[in-house]
Protein backbone atom coordinates (compact mmCIF):
# COMPACT_ATOMS: atom_id res chain seq x y z
CA UNK A 1 0.00 0.00 0.00
CA UNK A 2 0.80 3.31 -0.66
CA UNK A 3 3.05 5.26 2.30
CA UNK A 4 4.18 8.71 2.50
CA UNK A 5 6.16 9.40 5.90
CA UNK A 6 7.34 12.48 6.59
CA UNK A 7 10.53 13.79 8.90
CA UNK A 8 12.88 16.27 9.71
CA UNK A 9 10.22 18.48 11.22
CA UNK A 10 11.08 20.19 14.95
CA UNK A 11 11.92 23.62 16.19
CA UNK A 12 14.17 26.37 14.73
CA UNK A 13 15.13 30.43 15.52
CA UNK A 14 13.35 32.70 13.09
CA UNK A 15 16.15 32.54 10.54
CA UNK A 16 17.47 29.37 10.86
CA UNK A 17 16.87 26.73 8.20
CA UNK A 18 15.23 22.57 8.10
CA UNK A 19 15.32 19.99 5.53
CA UNK A 20 12.22 18.17 5.27
CA UNK A 21 12.37 14.45 4.14
CA UNK A 22 9.00 12.34 2.77
CA UNK A 23 10.02 8.56 2.21
CA UNK A 24 7.85 6.97 0.02
CA UNK A 25 7.04 3.65 -0.56
CA UNK A 26 4.02 1.21 -2.40
CA UNK A 27 4.52 3.03 -5.92
CA UNK A 28 6.46 3.84 -8.69
CA UNK A 29 7.60 7.57 -7.26
CA UNK A 30 9.87 8.18 -10.26
CA UNK A 31 6.47 8.40 -12.29
CA UNK A 32 4.21 10.77 -10.08
CA UNK A 33 4.50 14.64 -9.35
CA UNK A 34 4.41 15.25 -5.84
CA UNK A 35 3.75 18.56 -3.82
CA UNK A 36 4.57 19.59 -0.44
CA UNK A 37 1.43 21.21 1.68
CA UNK A 38 1.44 23.25 5.20
CA UNK A 39 -1.15 24.06 7.84
CA UNK A 40 -0.59 26.42 10.34
CA UNK A 41 -1.98 25.88 13.65
CA UNK A 42 -5.90 26.66 13.33
CA UNK A 43 -5.45 27.77 9.94
CA UNK A 44 -6.59 26.33 6.31
CA UNK A 45 -3.98 24.21 3.63
CA UNK A 46 -1.60 25.92 1.41
CA UNK A 47 0.19 24.30 -1.64
CA UNK A 48 3.74 25.37 -0.28
CA UNK A 49 5.86 23.75 -3.40
CA UNK A 50 5.32 20.59 -6.08
CA UNK A 51 7.68 18.95 -8.14
CA UNK A 52 7.14 17.34 -11.26
CA UNK A 53 8.24 13.52 -11.72
CA UNK A 54 11.35 14.74 -14.00
CA UNK A 55 12.33 17.05 -11.93
CA UNK A 56 12.69 20.35 -13.89
CA UNK A 57 9.05 21.57 -13.60
CA UNK A 58 8.57 23.23 -9.67
CA UNK A 59 6.34 25.72 -8.40
CA UNK A 60 6.45 27.66 -5.25
CA UNK A 61 4.19 30.14 -3.65
CA UNK A 62 5.20 33.45 -3.03
CA UNK A 63 4.80 33.38 0.29
CA UNK A 64 8.47 30.91 0.13
CA UNK A 65 10.01 31.79 -3.46
CA UNK A 66 13.75 31.94 -2.94
CA UNK A 67 13.78 31.03 0.71
CA UNK A 68 12.51 26.89 0.46
CA UNK A 69 13.84 24.22 -2.46
CA UNK A 70 11.75 21.45 -2.91
CA UNK A 71 13.96 18.13 -4.96
CA UNK A 72 13.85 14.40 -5.40
CA UNK A 73 16.07 11.62 -5.48
CA UNK A 74 14.07 8.87 -7.56
CA UNK A 75 16.67 6.40 -6.51
CA UNK A 76 15.57 6.30 -2.87
CA UNK A 77 12.33 7.23 -3.27
CA UNK A 78 12.69 10.62 -1.63
CA UNK A 79 11.06 13.90 -1.58
CA UNK A 80 12.68 16.86 -0.05
CA UNK A 81 11.96 20.87 1.36
CA UNK A 82 15.13 22.58 2.12
CA UNK A 83 13.58 25.85 4.42
CA UNK A 84 15.82 28.38 4.56
CA UNK A 85 15.59 31.93 6.33
CA UNK A 86 12.67 30.30 8.29
CA UNK A 87 10.03 33.12 9.60
CA UNK A 88 7.51 32.93 12.18
CA UNK A 89 5.19 32.30 9.97
CA UNK A 90 6.46 29.40 8.36
CA UNK A 91 5.32 27.51 11.86
CA UNK A 92 3.13 24.84 10.31
CA UNK A 93 2.24 21.42 10.04
CA UNK A 94 4.16 20.23 7.09
CA UNK A 95 2.29 17.53 4.43
CA UNK A 96 4.00 15.36 1.43
CA UNK A 97 1.61 14.88 -1.23
CA UNK A 98 1.83 11.79 -4.19
CA UNK A 99 0.17 13.42 -7.40
CA UNK A 100 -0.20 16.26 -9.98
CA UNK A 101 -3.76 17.16 -10.48
CA UNK A 102 -4.95 14.12 -9.41
CA UNK A 103 -3.74 14.38 -5.97
CA UNK A 104 -4.31 11.40 -3.70
CA UNK A 105 -2.53 9.77 -0.84
CA UNK A 106 -1.03 12.21 2.11
CA UNK A 107 1.40 11.69 4.59
CA UNK A 108 0.83 12.25 7.90
CA UNK A 109 2.77 15.26 8.51
CA UNK A 110 5.38 16.64 9.80
CA UNK A 111 5.60 19.85 12.80
CA UNK A 112 7.91 22.81 12.05
CA UNK A 113 8.00 25.53 14.63
CA UNK A 114 10.00 28.80 14.12
CA UNK A 115 10.50 30.51 17.46
CA UNK A 116 12.92 32.15 19.58
CA UNK B 1 -3.30 36.86 -6.04
CA UNK B 2 -6.00 34.55 -6.92
CA UNK B 3 -8.54 33.76 -4.17
CA UNK B 4 -10.72 30.40 -3.90
CA UNK B 5 -13.85 30.85 -1.91
CA UNK B 6 -16.00 28.53 -0.04
CA UNK B 7 -18.79 28.50 2.80
CA UNK B 8 -16.87 29.20 5.69
CA UNK B 9 -19.59 26.96 7.63
CA UNK B 10 -22.41 25.04 6.99
CA UNK B 11 -25.05 23.21 9.08
CA UNK B 12 -27.09 19.67 8.26
CA UNK B 13 -28.77 17.14 9.83
CA UNK B 14 -28.23 13.18 9.46
CA UNK B 15 -29.75 12.11 6.53
CA UNK B 16 -29.90 15.39 4.71
CA UNK B 17 -28.34 16.48 1.47
CA UNK B 18 -25.54 19.67 1.57
CA UNK B 19 -24.09 21.27 -1.44
CA UNK B 20 -20.86 22.71 -0.49
CA UNK B 21 -19.24 25.54 -3.46
CA UNK B 22 -15.56 26.53 -4.35
CA UNK B 23 -15.23 29.77 -6.61
CA UNK B 24 -12.62 31.37 -8.25
CA UNK B 25 -11.77 35.42 -8.04
CA UNK B 26 -10.56 35.21 -11.84
CA UNK B 27 -13.96 33.75 -12.91
CA UNK B 28 -15.96 30.48 -14.14
CA UNK B 29 -14.39 27.61 -12.16
CA UNK B 30 -14.34 24.62 -15.42
CA UNK B 31 -12.74 21.17 -15.99
CA UNK B 32 -9.04 22.97 -16.71
CA UNK B 33 -8.78 24.29 -13.06
CA UNK B 34 -9.14 20.38 -11.95
CA UNK B 35 -11.02 20.55 -8.61
CA UNK B 36 -9.81 18.76 -6.46
CA UNK B 37 -11.20 17.95 -3.06
CA UNK B 38 -10.22 16.81 0.46
CA UNK B 39 -11.89 16.04 3.89
CA UNK B 40 -10.04 16.74 7.49
CA UNK B 41 -11.26 15.64 10.37
CA UNK B 42 -9.84 16.78 13.84
CA UNK B 43 -6.70 15.93 14.08
CA UNK B 44 -6.24 14.00 11.35
CA UNK B 45 -4.51 14.72 8.22
CA UNK B 46 -6.85 15.54 4.95
CA UNK B 47 -7.57 12.94 2.63
CA UNK B 48 -8.56 12.99 -1.24
CA UNK B 49 -12.32 12.94 -1.67
CA UNK B 50 -12.76 14.13 -5.70
CA UNK B 51 -10.27 14.93 -8.24
CA UNK B 52 -11.23 16.05 -11.87
CA UNK B 53 -14.16 18.20 -10.63
CA UNK B 54 -16.53 14.43 -10.48
CA UNK B 55 -13.95 11.56 -10.06
CA UNK B 56 -14.34 9.52 -6.67
CA UNK B 57 -11.01 7.86 -5.22
CA UNK B 58 -11.78 4.27 -5.20
CA UNK B 59 -12.39 4.87 -1.13
CA UNK B 60 -14.88 8.04 -1.68
CA UNK B 61 -17.94 6.62 -0.33
CA UNK B 62 -20.97 7.12 -3.17
CA UNK B 63 -22.82 9.54 -1.35
CA UNK B 64 -19.94 12.15 -1.99
CA UNK B 65 -20.58 13.92 -5.51
CA UNK B 66 -18.55 16.37 -7.15
CA UNK B 67 -19.56 18.69 -10.03
CA UNK B 68 -19.71 22.10 -12.02
CA UNK B 69 -22.15 24.12 -11.79
CA UNK B 70 -22.87 27.59 -12.48
CA UNK B 71 -19.23 28.59 -12.71
CA UNK B 72 -18.27 26.99 -9.53
CA UNK B 73 -17.25 23.05 -8.72
CA UNK B 74 -19.74 21.94 -6.10
CA UNK B 75 -19.18 19.08 -3.58
CA UNK B 76 -22.66 17.30 -2.83
CA UNK B 77 -23.44 15.20 0.20
CA UNK B 78 -26.22 12.62 0.47
CA UNK B 79 -27.53 10.68 3.35
CA UNK B 80 -25.10 12.88 5.42
CA UNK B 81 -23.41 10.61 8.38
CA UNK B 82 -22.43 12.11 11.59
CA UNK B 83 -18.79 10.71 10.52
CA UNK B 84 -19.07 13.31 7.47
CA UNK B 85 -18.71 16.34 10.52
CA UNK B 86 -15.12 17.72 9.12
CA UNK B 87 -13.65 20.10 7.15
CA UNK B 88 -13.70 20.47 3.47
CA UNK B 89 -11.09 21.99 1.00
CA UNK B 90 -10.99 22.57 -2.56
CA UNK B 91 -8.07 22.87 -4.47
CA UNK B 92 -7.88 24.66 -8.01
CA UNK B 93 -5.15 24.81 -10.37
CA UNK B 94 -4.30 28.21 -12.42
CA UNK B 95 -1.79 27.00 -15.14
CA UNK B 96 1.08 26.41 -12.84
CA UNK B 97 -0.45 27.99 -10.05
CA UNK B 98 -2.18 25.56 -6.99
CA UNK B 99 -4.59 27.15 -4.44
CA UNK B 100 -6.70 25.85 -1.89
CA UNK B 101 -10.14 27.29 -0.64
CA UNK B 102 -10.44 28.72 3.15
CA UNK B 103 -12.47 25.67 3.67
CA UNK B 104 -15.98 24.53 4.82
CA UNK B 105 -16.85 23.22 8.66
CA UNK B 106 -19.48 21.22 8.19
CA UNK B 107 -21.80 20.12 11.26
CA UNK B 108 -23.57 17.32 11.49
CA UNK B 109 -26.38 18.13 13.97
Known amino acids: QVKLVESGGGVVQPGGSLRLSCAAS????????MHWVRQAPGKGLEVVAF????????YYADSVKGRFTISRDNSKNTLYLQMDTLRPEDTAVYYCVKGDWAVDYWGRGTLVTVSS | QTVVTQEPSLTVSPGGTVTLTCASS?????????PSWFQQKLGQAPRSLIHSASNRHSWTPARFSGFLLGGKATLTLSDVQPEDEADYYC?????????FGGGTKLTVL
Open chain 2, 26 to 34: TGAVTSGNY
Open chain 1, 26 to 33: GFTFSRFA
Open chain 1, 51 to 58: IQYYESDK
Open chain 2, 91 to 99: LLYFGGARV
